[in-house]
């Protein structure tokens, strides 16, 4: 009912930037809190930062003062600016949000597909 759909990664070299999007699309739903995390080959997933519907946002240690997050619930769109990139941000990105869909009771968490950042040292 609810498909989330990022873009904007890709291959950069060391202390380039990256802006991700990931649009919600589907049904009539509202958003609450949405999110990215990314997933390193041979690690677990972590999250990287998250921002509520007032625009409240917190991040991971390793991505403050580099990564901003950002979103426009107009268009239902979810942003990670992603500044001065490190070899060690190199991952899957994905982008995660708790939606309540129209007529249905509660809240699900949806998430995306994922798109590759890979940085070059």
């Known amino acids: 009912q609810v498909q989330l759909e990022e873009s904007g990664g890709g291959l950069v070299q060391a202390g380039d930037s990256l802006r991700l999007s990931c649009a919600a699309s589907?049904?009539?739903?509202?958003?609450?809190?949405m999110a990215w995390h990314r997933q390193a080959p041979g690690k677990q997933r972590e999250l990287v930062a998250t921002?509520?519907?007032?625009?409240?946002?917190n991040y991971a240690d390793s991505v403050k003062g580099r990564f901003t997050i950002s979103r426009d619930n107009a268009k239902n769109t979810v942003y990670l600016q992603m500044n001065s990139l490190k070899p060690e941000d190199t991952a899957v990105y994905y982008c995660?949000?708790?939606?309540?869909?129209?007529?249905?009771?509660?809240?699900?968490?949806?998430w995306g597909q994922g798109t590759q950042v890979t940085v070059s040292s």
């Open positions: 589907g049904s009539t739903f509202t958003i609450y809190t």
């Open positions: 995660n949000a708790d939606i309540l869909v129209l007529g249905q009771p509660t809240i699900y968490n949806y």
């Open positions: 921002i509520g519907r007032s625009n409240s946002a």
